[in-house]
């Protein structure tokens, strides 16, 4: 589909009210769980997966709260082309964000870890909008060059400046003497040739990423966790800062990345639905041909 089609239909979209868009989000959970059952299985097996202590009857429970919370993420994600900076501060409640101020206080960057857990697309506005210091989001590029520009023009809105993971050392050598907030989204799969670190995470083998890790001793900064949790209100989210790492360089290697990890592990278990079930998070193994 042409670009310029799929933009105008994503800003024709945006202009629906939130009130229109969950009537939506309603129709799509229908369609999505009963109807095409869409990655359900995948679902499922990552939920047994991670948590055998649970029965058949608790795993289902999950499943299904996941899939009715799964598209609200969607229409919400739908939203970002047109919402306004009031919507996103409301919409988002900063808890603590001293924990992130305090850093640059003294005149240190941050490195930011968070996973696909709550709404973390619209975390990317309500950070941009928490600090006038560079913001870099470290992402791995789609496929799909078009629908990878068409999504970088819309996160970018509020100031954010998106970083293909091969170019972050590039961004960080320009800004070698200014304060920044570089934020990882640490839970999705690597290819062999990008890690070779496994660890268990939720009861399993698996490749994780390092790159925060090794970023964060590189440039001597504190590693700050972004907790994006889900209120009762629908559409409405809030955000915890906890200072993981302070100092980088008294670490073992791979330390870092255990501790991040165990951090969204232990985030998981507490609310299991709002993680990404849909990923095959667990399709690289030690076997897998490199």
């Known amino acids: 589909m042409n670009k310029k089609i799929i933009s105008g239909l994503l800003f024709c979209f945006s202009l629906l009210p939130f009130w229109a868009l969950y009537i939506l989000s309603d129709f ?12 359900k299985s995948i679902v499922i097996s990552n939920l047994q997966n991670s948590f055998p202590e649970k029965s058949e009857d ?3 429970q999950i499943a299904k709260k996941f899939f009715r919370y799964f598209p609200d993420i969607i229409v919400e994600a739908l939203k970002m082309r047109t919402i306004t900076e009031k919507q996103v501060i409301n919409r988002i409640e900063l808890l603590n964000p001293e924990e992130v101020y305090k850093h640059f206080e003294v005149g240190k960057s941050v490195i930011g870890v968070t996973a696909h857990y709550g709404n973390w697309e619209l975390g990317i506005y309500r950070m941009s909008l928490m600090t006038k210091y560079p913001r870099l989001i470290i992402y791995k590029p789609l496929n799909n060059k078009d629908f990878d520009q068409i999504y970088n023009s819309i996160r970018t809105r509020f100031g954010a400046t998106m970083v293909p993971m091969k170019q972050i050392l590039r961004h960080l050598v320009r800004l070698k003497n200014q304060r920044k907030m570089s934020m990882f989204v640490a839970d999705q799969t690597p290819l062999h040739q990008d890690s070779d670190y496994f660890m268990e ?21 504190p590693v700050v966790y972004c ?10 989210y809030y955000c915890k800062f906890t ?5 980088p360089s008294t670490h073992q290697k791979h330390e870092i990345t255990q501790i991040h990890n165990k951090f969204t592990e232990k985030m998981i ?22």
């Not at 799509?28 to 990655?39: A, G, P, Q, S, T």
């Not at 890790?213 to 440039?219: K, P």
């Not at 200072?243 to 100092?247: K, P, R």
């Not at 278990?269 to 095959?280: I, M, N, Q």
């Open 243 to 247: 200072t993981l790492v302070e100092n």
């Open 201 to 221: 995470f939720l009861n399993q083998d698996t490749l994780v990423y390092t790159g925060a890790e090794r970023i964060a001793q590189l440039t001597e900064s």
């Open 28 to 39: 799509l959970y229908f369609v999505i769980y009963y109807v095409f059952k869409y990655r």
């Open 269 to 290: 278990c507490g609310e299991p639905a709002y993680w990404l079930w849909t990923h095959r998070r667990w399709k690289r193994t030690r076997t897998t041909e490199k």
């Open 58 to 60: 608790e795993i289902h």
């Open 227 to 236: 907790h994006i949790g889900r209120k009762q209100k629908r559409g409405h």
